[in-house]
């Protein structure tokens, strides 16, 4: 149902004008008019005997999907800095913030999913970066004779990194 913002007034023509803001979008209930008012102070004249709704809903709505847009981009772009620089809990909390604000957000659902891979997948190669970095020390140490030393490697890595396959073939 349409909210009627100005009194149907056959043979008067009215005008609105945009003062500041993201601005409105004009609707009659007959279709003639469908008109965006987002320049401030360039009137708009319409004929009295349209019928105007949703004006203060539409305004309502698209003031509100902008401050989503504009947050949902501010939180990409935190993310997004915050990944880059490996600290994928700040990136988190800065989702989960926003879905205090926007709860259910699919963007944001699908926007921590996939901080939430890359933060596994970072964590993967680290492990891995850090068996290779045990397995080349204990290979040096054993080429070079001293197998404690060679052991204490392999065994420190096999406490960092329980069960890992390549330390425990070592």
Known sequence: EL??????????????TLLEGEGVRLHSRDGRIDHRLDVPHRP????????IGQLLTSARDEAKSQRRIQALARVRGDTDRLTAEGDFEGAIRAIKTAFSEYPGDSALVRLLESVTQSQLEYRKQQESEAILRILKSAAEAAQAGDIRAALRSVDQGLQEFPGADALMKA
Not at 3 to 16: E, H, K, M, T
Not at 44 to 51: I, M, V
């Open 3 to 16: 909210l009627q913002v100005f009194d149907n007034v056959p043979g008067v023509d009215r005008s609105i």
């Open 44 to 51: 708009f004249a319409f004929p009295g005997d349209a019928e």
